[in-house]
């Protein structure tokens, strides 16, 4: 299955020299909102390389930048100043029109609020993408999408008919059904209770593992984090730290500490720490 963009055989020109592919390189990327008379610098010159098949988790705090990132990442928005190669290509170049294309096939949206239209049927709900799309045998791969997300008992049901882990699962099946490349998820575990979480999380994972598909992540949760393979750390608009995950757990093997255990080891860390964070 080719998910980027045809080449005409020619060899990738988004290789680096250890031969993986880039997905993602941007360099020097910065984002200013003007506020009236006042510049609101969200993200202060970011450089980022994600490679094919890198399952990679976005942290920090509020504020910092995370949301800004993944919209230009996504080629929603467009950044102040830097460049953005997306699998070797300028998108900063791109009419808008071609962005939109491109966000259609290849990108798959997850946001914390699932974003589902109310009055629509998780059926017609994936079939939506297609539809923009102009694909043929849009019911049989809405239906597809929706069985491979565990919810082939469920297409006739509205969100409110549905509980939010369910809902959730719609928007991975709507995200997934163009087959894309890349999947972006803005807190996409922010709005379920942990059962839900981790049934979210082991669907992301099985995605990444069998189809490869590069998945970037935002999370305020350090246990989700230690899902993915790699962790960036965002702080007033900068990356302050970039770890891979040593041993990422597998979603649902290892049961969540409880409250009071995280609790402990947060008391720990105040006590014994000093140390700089790893999240592995
Ligand atoms: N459209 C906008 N106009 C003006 N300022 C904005 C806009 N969007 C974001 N900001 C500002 O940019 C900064 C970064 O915001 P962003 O939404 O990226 O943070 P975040 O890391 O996603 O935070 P959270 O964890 O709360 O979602 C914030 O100071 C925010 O107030
Ligand atoms: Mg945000």
Not at 132 to 137: A, D, I, L, P, V
Not at 234 to 245: F, I, Q, S
């Amino acid at each position: 299955m080719l998910k980027w963009f045809k080449r005409n055989g020619q060899a990738p020109a988004n290789q680096d020299n250890t031969g993986r592919r880039v997905v993602i390189d941007i360099q020097e990327i910065t984002k200013m909102y003007l506020m009236g008379d006042i510049e609101v610098h969200a993200l202060r010159g970011v450089d980022l390389k994600i490679y094919e098949g890198e399952f990679l988790s976005i942290m920090g705090p509020s504020g910092s930048g995370k949301s800004t990132l993944m919209n230009i990442l996504g080629a929603l928005d467009q950044p102040t100043s830097g460049s953005y190669f997306l699998d070797g290509v300028d998108v900063s170049k791109l009419p808008e029109k071609e962005l939109a294309r491109i966000r259609n096939k290849k990108i798959g949206f997850v946001f914390q609020n699932f974003n589902l239209l109310k009055r629509t049927t998780a059926l017609r709900q994936v079939e939506l993408p297609l539809i923009y799309g102009g694909t043929s045998n849009r019911v049989k791969r809405a239906r597809a999408a929706l069985e491979s997300v565990g919810l082939g008992k469920r297409l006739d049901h509205l969100p409110s008919e549905l509980s939010g882990g369910q809902q959730q699962r719609v928007a991975i099946a709507r995200a997934l059904v163009n087959e894309p490349a890349m999947i972006l998820a803005d807190e996409p575990t922010g709005n379920l209770d942990s059962r839900s979480g981790t049934e979210v999380m082991q669907i992301f994972q099985t995605l990444n593992r069998e189809q490869n598909i590069t998945t970037v992540f935002v999370t305020h949760d350090p246990w989700i984090a230690r899902h993915t393979n790699r962790v960036i750390m965002l702080r007033d608009g900068k990356v302050v730290a970039d770890r891979k995950v040593m041993n990422p757990l597998v979603a649902g093997e290892v049961e969540r500490p409880s409250e009071a255990e995280e609790l402990e080891s947060v008391f720990q860390e105040a006590y014994y720490g000093g140390d700089e964070e790893e999240y592995n």
